[in-house]
T-cell receptor
Framework: NAGVTQTPKFRILKIGQSMTLQCTQD?????MYWYRQDPGMGLKLIYY???????DKGEVPNGYNVSRSTTEDFPLRLELAAPSQTSVYFC?????????????FGPGTRLTVL | AQTVTQSQPEMSVQEAETVTLSCTYD???????LFWYKQPPSRQMILVIR????KQQNATENRFSVNFQKAAKSFSLKISDSQLGDTAMYFC???????????????WGAGTKLIIKP
């Protein structure tokens, strides 16, 4: 199993541009999550999904959109990129809605908006 | 609102020593979960250990153990016989026991950078 994969690893965007961060998991997990990690900070939840076709907002959803058309894929869309979105983005998945169960993380995407 | 505080931004110890990382949290909930995650330079976030609040016994995973003090809202991580590979950022995280459905909430601390010196 590859686990959770994310592409790209690095990206530089200009203000106002758009892009999609890709996330795929091959563990047949129902639950998937997007986090952002700002320098010197913990993770903040952007969006999560409890299954194909179902998504919900987390703590910091503004400026982002997600979709979940399949169990495996959970892309994160940035519209009109802003410098405040400069961060490292992590995708994660779990077998059940976190609770006591482990979340498996991807390697992250480092995004810079200039 | 729940908060998680890690008061040590950075710690450094010699290889083979024991080190304790502190974590305190604030909540009015009685049932919840606590986690320690490790983030090495590769950036991959890895679960180290987890604890359910209703369990009085402290969790242990090989060289990693916790000191869970529910009344004091403290959840420290002890690493015994530290190894060079333990060098990483360590994050403490709290989750309310929400059950199934939405209203999922996982709160993370700011992290402690741990350096193991040879």
């Amino acid at each position: 199993n590859a686990g959770v994969t994310q592409t790209p690893k690095f990206r530089i965007l200009k203000i106002g541009q758009s892009m999609t961060l890709q996330c795929t998991q091959d563990m047949n997990h129902n639950y998937m999550y997007w986090y952002r990690q700002d320098p010197g900070m913990g993770l903040k939840l952007i969006y999560y999904s409890v299954g194909a076709g179902i998504t919900d907002k987390g703590e910091v959803p503004n400026g982002y959109n997600v979709s979940r058309s399949t169990t495996e894929d959970f892309p994160l869309r940035l519209e009109l990129a802003a410098p405040s979105q400069t961060s490292v983005y992590f995708c994660a998945s779990s077998y059940v809605l976190i609770s006591y169960n482990e979340q498996f993380f991807g390697p992250g995407t480092r995004l810079t908006v200039l | 609102a729940q908060t998680v505080t890690q008061s040590q931004p950075e710690m450094s110890v010699q290889e083979a020593e024991t080190v304790t990382l502190s974590c305190t949290y604030d909540t009015s909930e009685s049932n919840y979960y606590l986690f320690w995650y490790k983030q090495p330079p590769s950036r991959q976030m890895i679960l180290v250990i987890r604890q359910e609040a209703y369990k009085q016994q402290n969790a242990t995973e090989n060289r990693f153990s916790v000191n869970f003090q529910k009344a004091a809202k403290s959840f420290s991580l002890k690493i015994s016989d530290s190894q060079l590979g333990d060098t990483a950022m360590y994050f403490c995280a709290f989750m309310k026991h929400e059950g199934r459905g939405s209203n999922y909430q996982l709160i993370w601390g700011a992290g402690t950078k741990l350096i193991i010196k040879p």
